[in-house]
């Protein structure tokens, strides 16, 4: 069964660093988003992507996140300039539609 | 702000009885709803869509949406120790197609 994977598992990162996240979505699926999750909090929507641009990003996406589709298969998130409260799960998902995503199993980010 | 609430349990139900997860919403434009399911350290799995009153049944899994009393449910019949997990309710609110809100999650413990 297709499935979304993420790369690396877990990022170790010194604050003020730049990160790349990274993420192949499922193959034949248009929509790609990603999401966090701060250790024992909501699963919070960061920001979807679609036709190669941003479709909607949420408060949380501000200057110092960005998205990127460099190629046909990869789907990257950037953080500029990490803080302490950017440690979290962060999930990569798609969709062949609208509304319902498809989970990857997620990047785990220790800012330090 | 639009919200999704759920109880957070933990709730516990021995094996072979039937669990039922409850979930309510704030924004009456709400059209998709879903269910995902995950593990402790894990990703959010999908389960469960639901889009129009009623109910939608896919194998031990029964999803129920009353649109008018704004609320979600996820019953699962014969309950296994494997279904124990966390329990995310997750709605399309009306204004988004692509953002997912979602709830805290349930915490189900399956007791052998």
């Known amino acids: 069964e297709p499935e979304v994977t993420q790369t690396p598992s877990h990022q170790v990162t010194q604050m003020g660093q730049e990160v790349i996240l990274r993420c192949v979505p499922i193959?034949?699926?248009?929509?790609f988003y990603w999401y966090r999750q701060i250790l024992g909090q909501k699963v919070e929507f960061l920001v979807s992507f679609y036709n190669n641009e941003i479709s909607e990003k949420s408060e949380i996406f501000d200057d110092q996140f960005s998205v990127e589709r460099p190629d046909g298969s990869n789907f990257t998130l950037k953080i500029r300039s990490t803080k302490l409260e950017d440690s979290a799960m962060y999930f990569c998902?798609?969709?062949?539609?609208?509304?319902?995503?498809?989970f990857g199993p997620g990047t785990r980010l220790t800012v330090l | 702000q639009k919200e999704v609430e759920q109880n957070s349990g933990p709730l516990s139900v021995p094996e072979g009885a039937i669990a039922s997860l409850n979930c309510t919403y704030s924004?009456?434009?709400?059209?998709?709803f879903f269910w995902y399911r995950q593990y402790s350290g894990k990703s959010p799995e999908l389960i469960m869509s639901i889009y129009s009153n009623g109910d939608k049944e896919d194998g031990r899994f029964t999803a129920q949406l009353n649109k008018a009393s704004q609320y979600v449910s996820l019953l699962i019949r014969d309950s296994q120790p494997s279904d124990s997990a966390t329990y995310l309710c997750?709605?399309?609110?009306?204004?988004?197609?692509?953002?997912?809100?979602f709830g805290k999650g349930t915490l189900l413990t399956v007791n052998p």
């Open positions: 998902a798609s969709s062949e539609a609208p509304r319902s995503a498809f």
């Open positions: 193959s034949n699926h248009l929509y």
């Open positions: 924004d009456r434009g709400s059209q998709s």
């Open positions: 997750a709605v399309n609110s009306g204004g988004s197609n692509y953002k997912l809100t």
